[in-house]
């Protein structure tokens, strides 16, 4: 392999590690929250499929009740609630 070869190669490798530690350490983007208001008929499992639907509901729910410090899921209504929404 030629001198301007390894030149190329070792320039990629760099380039592609630099990159690839910038990734890591910048870490996930943060959510958008939204605030919810609780109506009738509403269930954590509907809030939470209606504001991320790609997401499994379950993990939604749990954010939710961490977020907003609920103890069970018995909504009131009125209560407006932190909810993880999907990026836009």
């Avoid at 630099?18 to 958008?32: C, E, I, N, Q, Y």
């Avoid at 939470?48 to 961490?66: K, W």
Wanted: hydrophobic share 50%; proline share 7%.
């Amino acid at each position: 392999m030629g001198r301007w070869a390894r030149l190329a190669v070792t320039t990629t490798v760099l380039v592609a590690a630099a990159l690839l530690t910038v990734s890591l350490l910048s870490g996930p983007a943060p959510r958008r929250m939204v605030d919810v208001t609780v109506g009738p008929g509403d269930t954590l499992w509907s809030i939470a499929t209606a504001q991320a639907p790609d997401r499994d509901p379950r993990a939604v729910i749990s954010e939710i009740e961490q977020l907003n410090g609920l103890d069970d899921d018995v909504l009131h209504l009125g209560v407006v609630l932190r909810v993880p929404a999907e990026q836009n």
